[in-house]
């Protein structure tokens, strides 16, 4: 009782400072009256009214210093009294200054009367180019800012349209003109709008009402009751054990992951070797018998036991008949760095498997296009997918050569989101592999019901990344290309990419590898020049996203349309060249590099000798010979099994195991020669997966 009584005053003064902060004025009459009523002593929180007394002092203080323009005065109150943590890590802040840094570098341009200062100008235009190149950096692959980085290198900011916004006036009680449209006077660096009237300025004011909200919310939030600081400590801890406690048990489960692949393929090994033991048992048995061991038996054994890098030399070249000769490749294949032969997946009944896929219920059919996913993303590349590949190609898995009405491609239309979203996975996992997209593209109608789910699919983002996906990769073909500019794709491509911050990264990634594909024929280029303006705006921004995934096809793209002399002159006007040159500060000397190029060929007269991508034979296919099976194809899966549901390889080996419907490894093509020198933006096709492999089309 006695700690109590002596904690009660400042315990009761907590309260009081809480209730005083959140305006609950009445509460705090009532309450302060009780305590009065009972004799309770109320501390005084020190300095509570000292310190808002001094808080809109410093508001009027930075305020005053807005109005007027003193620069130094404003950003030594900003430094001194902003915190830290506020300036550089709160969004809202980081902006609002990069504006207020704006605000006082134009200042003389927009409050002289009569000739600027020069002198004056250019330190302030000096001080803002410091700012940019430093702490204002970090805003530069933000859309928003892009154009500002700009304004330093304009000679004539005041009519120049990306800066339009800055200097807008409005003729008070009359109309609004824009300084470009206004009577100038010529002042030689620069030209300030004369016209007899009062005009005001439109965009000062509305950051001076940005600037006094943000400081009234700062300083209050400065003068935070220590209740509240109490309870945000307890609780931030508290978020961080539990964050610290969920990163451990994701790792967790990634190792348990990893340990389990391995003990499966451990297993697997284990049952070829067990199988191969038997048999050399009963062999040695025959020759106790009198029966010779022949060399086709012997490398049959070989066979089976050594890795598929050495299976092709032991067909042709190795003599079984010499002795030592199996045991030297056996201590070969198991030599450290060397990988061990994988057996093949067990043969399915894809009649059934088509059967129920089509008849089945949602929920079958899920786990069903779910376990033929991953039949393909989890084996092992080499023979083991391969076949798995060749088996569904031969056995038309997805009915691409099917004319009945009800087939299984339909499922990219089902009702159930999950079907369509796992069919979509599925026809991704396909158009991955070189040999997936050739069995795919053997039908239009593929393409025409991708397209189709492209645009019409508005509810899962996940099947609209896939049906992308799928579509990006079909890109690399040729009459894909054609069919897909011809059906307008590029229109599309430009509506989704004019809000870039909206979009997933694997969509952003895809749609802009996929523009840029499209753009590289000349029937694409034409279409953008139809909408050169649209295409422009919408490539420029992209330049300072801040995903850098996406540069090599941006620039790509740039490239690839830059040479159509419509399109360069558009370019042109919009002063391409200047946004172009504010990354080459920024980027890393492969972009730079890039971006010189784009720059040499916005500014050249004539067509490049040697464009691959003009060529619009249909004979000759960009197609790469290397797959690649992302990881995005397996993530965030819907459905789980049920206690007792199979899923996955023990759903088809249990329900739909088939005889020999695995055939023979595919012929594989060699690599096509076209290569780039990675300076150079890229000129040839390619998918963003093969691309971060550094595996060229």
Known sequence: MGDILAHESELLGLVKEYLDFAEFEDTLKIFSKECRIKGKPLSKTA???????????????LVAAFDSGDQKMFFDLWEEHIPVSVRDGDSLARKLEFYLHIHFAIYPLKHSIGRPDKEELDERISYFKTFLETKGAALSQTTEFLPFYALPFVPNPMVHPSFKEL????YVGMLTFRAAELPTLSLGITQVPRVPGKYQDSWTPELKLKLEKFLALIFKANNTPKLLTLYRENGQSNKEMLQQLHQQLVEAERRSMTYLKRYSKIQADYHNLIGVTAELVDSLEATVSGKMITPEYLQSVCVRLFSNQMRQSLAHSVDFTRPGTASTMLRASLAPGKSKDVPLLPSLDYEKLKKDLIFGSDRLKAFLLQALRWRLTTSHPGEQRETVLQAYISNDLLDCHSNNQRNVLQLLHAKSEVVRQYMARLVNAFASLAEGRLYLAQNMKVLRMLEERLKEEDKDIITRENVLGALQKFSLRRPLQTAMIRDGLIFWLMEILKDPDGLSDYTLEYSVALLMNLCLRSAGKNMCAKVAGLVLKVLSDLLGHENHEIQPYVNGALYSILSVPSI?????????????????????????????????????????????????????????????LEADLDKDELIQPQHGELSGEKLLTTEYLGIMTNTGKMKRRGPTGGQWGTDEPLRRPVTPGGHRSGYPA
């Open 47 to 61: 300095g509570g009214s000292l310190r808002d007394s001094k808080s809109k002092i410093i508001q009027k203080d």
């Open 167 to 170: 200097f807008q006036l409005l």
């Open 568 to 628: 360069r002159e558009e370019a042109r006007a919009m002063g391409m060249e200047d946004i172009l040159r504010c990354f080459i500060k920024e980027g890393n000397a492969e972009m730079i590099r890039q971006i010189e190029f784009i720059i040499k060929q916005l500014n050249s007269e004539e067509l490049p000798d040697g464009v691959l991508e003009s060529d619009d034979d249909e004979d000759e296919d960009d197609e790469e010979d290397h797959d690649t």
